[in-house]
């Protein structure tokens, strides 16, 4: 079965920093884009960050583009995601997501059919 298993949330300071981890398993992902995504309960999901198959290229949301970073480590086969300068909006549940693209960086969720269960994030004032 495969599963993609989010890591790293948890209770913040604004301003502090926070690195989320996201592990398959069951199979490797290195030849796709993989994105995090994050919900806040009633509203929609919302894209945060996308990082290509190889990790050469990536894309933000607008909230996030200069404070976040994705990377990959294929070897280790595993995608991170660096937050730094959290502020209290920054508050949801991340997902973890792999895209059904290699090269295309999409901040759909629908072009993602792997999703992980989330990890909490949650920043305080």
């Known amino acids: 079965q495969v599963q993609l298993v989010e890591s790293g949330g948890g209770l913040v300071q604004a301003g502090g920093s926070l690195r989320l981890s996201c592990e398959p398993s069951?199979?490797?992902?290195?030849?796709?884009?993989m994105g995090w995504f994050r919900q806040v309960p009633g509203k929609e999901r919302e894209f945060v960050a996308a990082?290509?198959?190889?990790?050469?290229?990536?894309s933000y949301g607008n909230s996030v583009t200069g404070r976040f970073t994705i990377s990959r480590d294929n070897a280790k086969n595993t995608v991170y995601l660096q937050m730094n300068r959290l502020k209290p909006e920054d508050t949801a549940v991340y997902y973890c997501?792999?895209?059904?693209?290699?090269?295309?960086?999409?901040?759909?969720?629908?072009?993602?059919?792997?999703w992980g269960q989330g990890t909490q994030v949650t920043v305080s004032s």
């Open positions: 997501a792999a895209s059904i693209f290699r090269d295309r960086l999409s901040g759909n969720f629908y072009d993602y059919d792997y």
């Open positions: 069951g199979r490797t992902f290195s030849s796709r884009a």
């Open positions: 990082v290509t198959g190889n990790g050469d290229k990536s």
